[in-house]
């Protein structure tokens, strides 16, 4: 055999390799974002438990909402790691509620950075059906983008879609924010942590709502961000309470 010859016959040989090679690395990398993601679902509710012995201290049911979040994530954790059924049990999940949770747990570090945090909720007992972990977990990852990267005034909207539910969440602007305001200790640690971001929190937003068959889309500007969450509804619009 010719060394021509001998090259072209190993050549399968080492194209399989190297495919196997990026399979590996592939998997790698996924399961590699999966605990990043699972790392990062567990410091935002810590973030909340930090807060509530801080000069801008959280309420106790936001303490308890988030020790709660933090059991889910180190549950997630523990199955990125050791294996196991992915996600939380499916239920019909009322959403006002989890929205209000989801807004007392962050109006404290909203008040740090000099901002203000409100809900606005026009979807009367809109019902869907989904994991209520994964679902709050959308709700804080939505909010605490638009403190970190927007702000200073934020508000999160529910409102009705034909049969789905809008969750809305719109700051205005990082432009509007005072020069004082931007130097506080919560705006400062959130500058030097933002080097480290890795886009974890919207990541956790698509995939949860890519899970509960939604949709979700960003707008920013300097002039504030406009964040549009959709759910649809557990039974289409007939499951709503007026």
Do not use: K
Not at 71 to 92: F, H, I, M, Q, T
Not at 119 to 142: I, M
């Amino acid at each position: 055999m010719t060394e021509l010859a001998e090259i072209f016959a190993a050549w399968p040989i080492a194209a399989s390799i190297a495919a196997a090679i990026a399979v590996q690395g592939l998997r790698a990398g996924r399961r590699r974002t999966a605990l990043n993601e699972a790392l990062h679902e567990l410091r935002r509710p810590l973030q909340v438990i930090a807060l509530a012995s801080g000069p801008a201290s959280a309420s106790p049911g936001a303490v308890e909402s988030s020790v709660q979040l933090a059991s889910a994530a180190l549950e997630r954790l523990d199955r990125e790691v050791n294996g196991g059924l992915s996600g939380g049990p499916l239920e019909a999940v009322a959403v006002r509620p989890l929205l209000e949770s989801a807004v007392g747990r962050w109006r404290a570090r909203a008040s740090l950075g000099g901002g203000s945090l409100s809900l606005r909720w026009q979807a009367g007992e809109a019902v869907v059906e989904g994991d209520r972990a994964g679902l709050a977990q959308a709700f804080d990852n939505l909010i605490v983008n638009a403190i970190e990267h927007g702000g200073p005034a934020i508000v999160v909207e529910g409102c009705l879609r034909s049969d789905r539910l809008a969750v809305v969440v719109t700051d205005s602007g990082r432009a509007s924010r005072p020069a004082a305001r931007r130097d506080t200790p919560a705006e400062v640690i959130a500058r030097l942590s933002g080097r480290r971001r890795r886009g974890h929190g919207l990541a956790v937003v698509r995939r949860v709502t890519a899970s509960h068959q939604g949709c979700f889309a960003l707008r920013r500007s300097e002039h504030g961000s406009l964040a549009v969450l959709e759910l649809p509804l557990a039974g289409g619009p007939a499951s709503l309470v007026a």
